[in-house]
């Protein structure tokens, strides 16, 4: 989540009859580059933990707040958007979906610029405080921008645009640590290489101009408005709670999240261990890159995996040739050699392994990734050096069906309830904010390699989850299992 998107009201939304068949690359380019923004943004994050860590030498605890602050901004945010629109109606069908965009990117501008007074007065606080706002400008992105999406085009062809833009979303998270560490960790630091709150300044106040200047061409540009037929009364109440895959996907969504955020928060300052490789965070970021950029990668090869539609020896050809792409580009924006990077190609080849297993069948993949996970997290918590390195990036790469597989396991059979259901699942990401910070509190008492333990018991919970829907859920349409992304 890192960055990473929630589809929210999409199942129940009905569109006015006889719309004319219109071209929308145009406008799906424009949204994509806003996704990449975001993806970035996001996994900001992870930097900005051992910085600021650092800078105002805090505890894990304290360090963590930074996500609990973000996330939590994601709960709040979406807890109010339900209230209001169960009591007084959705706001974005009475709004529009283009300015709900530009309202989000607004708020994540306004949360970016407020950097720049934290970082002059040197206030945690107030970094907290911009954190916070910037987490709700993102909420309002992940209810508006990804419903919008699927709105570009056919509902045929919804699933590949979402997850065309859901890549970008995460390529965006898989260079953060790389461009990122080297704007506040080298090129806006002190002349002496000490920590000081001014090296964020200038990185997050170009974010907030970007996001202002992407916000006014979206408001320039013409984009198609789509309108929700009127007479609709909205669900009220938590009918949607009878369900019982719904409460048990509500709390696999908080343990995914939580363990996903976790994992990326700690992965710099366990590889700093000198038990484990002991490396400084300049080069630390490089390795985080590559959490994130197995998540991007095995979101493609999903997207094809779980994709029914095409032929079962093409789909295998497709993943090859996609791997191969992805793997290049991973290869070409971090800034190690090839010897350093090769260990990465057993997690690719696992990651085939996993999908052939799980036979394009969405509750059995989940179940099969988040086993792989808690295996590779118990090798970083009991092995040191470069097997524990290498055990804790490789988590990534099956994190990434994750999102897309819970979301729509849990909304499963809900019918009219789906769109409060959708809601429910967002406030999941909850996860996102108190997980980490918990873990944090458990390094600052037993130690770093060892609060890993936490976010195996969060991965327990979703294989747990991915067993339950495979006896007692309807087979899911494995397309519409690979929308979305975290």
Not at 385 to 397: D, F
Not at 403 to 409: A, E, G, K, R
Request: glycine share 8%.
């Amino acid at each position: 989540m890192k960055k990473e998107a929630l589809i929210l009201s999409i199942s129940n939304i009905n569109f006015m009859k006889n719309q004319p068949k219109s071209n929308y690359t145009f406008s799906l380019i424009t949204i994509t580059v806003l996704f990449f923004m975001w993806g970035f943004i996001t996994c900001m994050n992870d930097i900005l933990i051992p910085y600021l860590k650092q800078l105002f030498n805090l505890k894990f605890f304290e360090a963590m707040l930074v996500q609990f602050c973000f996330f939590g901004a994601y709960f709040i945010g979406s807890l109010l958007y339900f209230i209001f629109s169960a009591t007084m109606g959705d706001p974005i069908h009475k709004i529009g979906y283009k300015k709900g965009i530009i309202a989000g990117i607004m708020i994540a501008a306004l949360g970016c610029f407020l950097f720049y007074p934290a970082a002059t007065i040197s206030s945690y606080p107030l970094f907290l405080a911009a954190l916070f706002i910037l987490g709700l400008g993102f909420t309002v992105l992940q209810i508006t921008a990804n419903a919008y999406v699927s709105l570009l085009g056919s509902q045929e062809s919804a699933s590949s645009r979402l997850n065309m833009t859901q890549a970008f979303n995460a390529f965006g998270t898989t260079i953060a640590p790389i461009l990122g560490g080297h704007l506040i960790f080298e090129l806006f630091s002190t002349a002496d290489g000490s920590f000081s709150a001014l090296s964020t300044r200038v990185p997050y106040v170009a974010f907030g101009v970007v996001l202002i200047l992407v916000a006014i061409f979206i408001s320039r540009v013409k984009l198609p408005s789509f309108h929700a037929e009127s007479g609709s009364e909205p669900v009220r109440g938590l009918t949607a709670l009878k369900f019982p895959n719904l409460r048990y996907g509500m709390l696999t969504m908080f343990c995914y999240v939580g363990g996903e955020v976790a994992v990326g928060s700690f992965i710099i300052s366990f590889l700093e261990l000198p038990s484990i490789v002991g490396l400084s965070e300049a080069v630390a970021k490089n390795y985080l890159a590559l959490y994130w950029g197995g998540a991007m990668m095995g979101r493609f090869l999903g997207s094809i995996s779980l994709n029914t539609k095409i032929p079962t020896n093409r789909r295998f050809v497709y993943m090859f040739i996609t791997a191969i792409a992805v793997f290049g580009v991973i290869y070409a924006v971090v800034d190690l050699n090839f010897s350093q990077i090769s260990f990465f190609l057993l997690f690719v080849a696992l990651n085939f392994l996993a999908f052939f297993i799980g036979q394009s069948l969405p509750a059995r993949t989940l179940m099969i990734f988040a086993s792989v996970n808690i295996f590779l997290i118990l090798s970083a918590v009991l092995n040191k050096g470069s097997i524990a390195m290498y055990s804790i990036l490789g988590i990534g790469i099956f994190n990434s069906i994750m999102f897309s597989n819970i979301y729509t396991l849990s909304i499963s059979g809900l019918g009219k309830y789906t769109s409060q259901g959708s809601s429910l699942v967002v406030m999941a990401i909850l996860g996102g904010a108190l997980v980490p910070v918990l873990q944090g509190l458990i390094a600052d008492r037993v130690g770093v390699q060892s609060s890993f333990l936490l976010p195996t018991c969060c991965y327990i919970v979703i294989a747990l989850f991915g067993l339950y829907s495979s006896r007692h859920l309807s087979v899911v349409s494995p397309t519409a299992a690979a929308l979305g992304g975290h």
